[in-house]
């Protein structure tokens, strides 16, 4: 299984930007299908970021052309890049990743919503972002 780590959350004013890293380890390779989400008080989870099995990326309507997805495998680490912030971009932060395989979601086949509410098997324990006004 992959142990996922996050950091970069913080607090900044509406407008400013923060990156958000996950650090992924327990496979040599360094490949995965991964997936950001976030959660605010007394919101449902919801998935902002993805990148699929064949390295296609996709966004919440909310976030795009804001947020970045991406990952260095050299490194084994995941990355969210979010500008532009608002206010109501405001939550817990989670990356979630599965070893890259032919099980990972696929945009070939899936819509970009169910890409990004695939249900990976690990997770990370979250990131704080608070975005003031």
């Known amino acids: 299984q992959v142990r996922l780590l996050e950091s970069g959350g913080g607090s900044v004013q509406s407008g400013g930007s923060l990156r958000l890293a996950c650090a992924a380890s327990?496979?040599?390779?360094?490949?995965?299908?991964i997936g950001w989400f976030r959660q605010a008080a007394g919101k449902e989870r919801e998935g902002v970021a993805a990148?699929?099995?064949?390295?296609?990326?996709s966004y919440a309507d909310s976030v795009k052309g804001r947020f970045t997805v991406s990952q260095d495998s050299g490194k084994n680490t995941l990355y969210l890049q979010m500008n532009n912030l608002k206010p109501e971009d405001a939550a817990m932060y989670y990356c979630?990743?599965?070893?890259?395989?032919?099980?990972?979601?696929?945009?070939?086949?899936?819509?970009?919503?169910?890409?990004?509410?695939?249900?990976?098997?690990?997770w990370g324990q979250g990131t704080q972002v608070t975005v003031s006004s």
């Open positions: 979630a990743a599965d070893r890259l395989s032919p099980a990972c979601p696929n945009r070939r086949y899936l819509s970009e919503s169910e890409v990004l509410a695939y249900e990976y098997d690990s």
């Open positions: 327990g496979y040599v390779s360094g490949s995965y299908c």
């Open positions: 990148i699929d099995y064949e390295g296609v990326a």
